[in-house]
């Protein structure tokens, strides 16, 4: 990394984007969330409900900015989602499906 100077640089616009912060909101509260709980204590899987929740927070990311909300309303869906976890959101957002489904 010497001879790339800007490369921190680089790291710290990219970390600064509310994007990327809401995804790393979810992986965090997410891996806290899930030790908190004690319900699961296997490595393997609770990196993997962290990693579930930063993408969909990722996803929640480009709906916000395609919606043309505010970017750091990112940060707040991070946090809403890694608190939630990967079951509620998935249980959540089938029911909204079948509503819409059952609607048409």
Same mark, same amino acid.
């Not at 990112?74 to 998935?90: C, D, E, H, K, P």
């Given at each position: 990394?010497?001879?790339?100077?800007?490369?921190?640089?680089? /790291?710290?616009?990219? *970390? =600064?984007?509310?994007?990327?912060?809401?995804?790393?909101?979810?992986?965090?509260? @997410?891996? %806290?969330? #899930?030790?908190?709980?004690?319900?699961?204590?296997?490595?393997?899987?609770?990196?993997?409900?962290?990693? /579930?929740?930063?993408? *969909? =927070?990722?996803?929640?990311?480009?709906?916000?900015?395609?919606?043309?909300?505010? @970017?750091? %309303?990112? #940060?707040?869906?991070?946090?809403?989602?890694?608190?939630?976890?990967?079951?509620?959101?998935?249980?959540?957002?089938?029911?909204?499906?079948?509503?819409?489904?059952?609607?048409?």
């Amino acid at each position: 990394m010497p001879e790339k100077p800007d490369s921190w640089a680089r /790291i710290y616009l990219a *970390l =600064s984007d509310p994007l990327w912060q809401g995804v790393i909101m979810a992986v965090v509260i @997410a891996f %806290l969330r #899930v030790l908190y709980d004690a319900r699961e204590t296997r490595p393997w899987r609770i990196i993997l409900e962290s990693l /579930i929740c930063g993408c *969909l =927070s990722l996803v929640a990311s480009t709906v916000i900015e395609w919606m043309a909300w505010p @970017a750091s %309303l990112s #940060v707040a869906a991070g946090g809403t989602i890694g608190f939630l976890g990967v079951t509620a959101m998935r249980e959540m957002l089938l029911r909204v499906i079948n509503r819409k489904a059952d609607s048409t």
